[in-house]
């Protein structure tokens, strides 16, 4: 039901706001990379985490400074406007950065501290998927930590994605697609929020590890969405806040914004959007 709806809304925000509409079949955790997503074999045959929202441009900038109580009204840092009109956020390496459709990292931007998070992931090997920036991967070991004391046992699936992989996926699609249809339908490198190295896909055996819609009605989804905030994360795309985010709701895909911001964030039920405007205020 709620999915009916979603791509009812969804078609209403591509034909209400985009003129000239580019129908973006993407997630914002589309890494490219399926094929070695999970060794787990996928049993669910749901709907998977395409997205089909808009380009709808959004004026906030995302130029806090790197503390969790920015207060500094007078940074007049201005972010810079890349060629393609996205706006080149000031501030990479804060916890608040924004990271969205038009607003993107500096090209070739890589965290600092990238580790990889002790916590179970659902293949064998070591990929730079696994990567958090420390002091998210901290956050995310409690937890995980946190939710197996209550008998919920969570998967970490995709972090940190860098820039040259995005480059590498734009690149296949403009081969295989053209300029044109894959400036639509595949990511501006830079636009990943996985590339700050503060976001993680979770998910659990409930949904065979993917990525859908669907872990959010699980009780894992549903105990996380309750405490993630206690731990410094937020759920990035929640429901019914499509047209702010840009992309579907996530229920999978975590976002470090530490405890402070996190806490304000899930209280108000805002996005990182609203929240970082009112900062601006
Ligand atoms: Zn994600």
Known sequence: MARETGVIMNKKILYGFVAGALFLPLS????????????????????????????KKDPQKGDQTQSNHNKNKKDTKTASTSKDGIVVVSNPKSHLVLVNKTHKLPDGYTPPDLTIPDVPFPYDGTY??????????????????????DGII??????????????????????????????????????????????????????????IQDFGDTEEGRWVKDHCADYGFIIRYPKGKESITGYEYEPWHLR?????AASYIQTHHITLEEYIAKQKG
């Open 28 to 55: 914002a955790c589309a890494n490219g990379d399926n094929a070695e997503q999970s060794n787990h074999t996928n049993q669910s045959s749901q709907k998977t985490n395409n997205d089909t929202t808009n380009d």
């Open 128 to 149: 730079e998927k696994m990567h958090l920036r420390k002091v998210a991967a901290d956050a995310l070991e409690n937890l995980f930590r946190a939710a197996q004391k």
């Open 154 to 211: 969570l998967y970490a699936q995709s972090g940190y994605r860098s820039y040259e992989r995005q480059v590498t996926i734009f690149n296949n699609n403009v081969k295989t697609q053209g300029e044109k249809k894959a400036s639509a339908v595949s990511a501006h490198p830079g636009t990943s929020e996985h590339q700050t190295g503060l976001a993680m896909d979770i998910s659990s055996s409930d949904v065979g590890y993917q990525l």
């Open 256 to 260: 470090y914004v530490g405890k402070k």
